[in-house]
Nanobody, 125 residues
């Protein structure tokens, strides 16, 4: 049971990146999955969540209109498309699932129990 996040890198302000979170050993069909980030010296915060129950999505106010979460069932992968990136988006990004069910429990990190390793996103000119 593993989540593998990838796709981070260095991008200029205003640029875009797409993060991927691939699941192995289990199917994402039955779980809510979220994206989180942790900037240096700050607490981990929720960015977005995808409810597998109905495909609904949740976003933090700071990323609404700029980030989009989506899922590819065939690839058992969830994506986070990040557009109009800002320096304050710089952080290590993590994906995680909530083993209790397929509906997003919110964006609080302590609601999620299966975490992948992070991928670093740096937004800088």
């Amino acid at each position: 049971v593993q989540l593998q996040a990838s796709g981070g890198g260095l991008v200029q302000p205003g640029g875009s990146l797409r993060l991927s979170c691939a699941a192995s050993g289990f199917t994402l069909d039955y779980y809510a999955i979220g994206w989180f980030r942790q900037a240096p010296g700050k607490e981990r915060e929720g960015v977005s969540c995808f409810s597998s129950s109905d495909g609904s999505t949740t976003y933090a106010d700071s990323v609404k209109g700029r980030f989009t979460i989506s899922r590819d069932n065939a690839k058992n992968t969830v994506y986070l498309q990040m557009n109009s990136l800002r320096p304050e988006d710089t952080a290590v990004y993590y994906c995680a699932t909530d083993g209790r069910g397929s509906r997003c429990p919110g964006l609080a990190p302590n609601e999620y129990d299966n975490w992948g390793q992070g991928t670093l996103v740096t937004v800088s000119s």
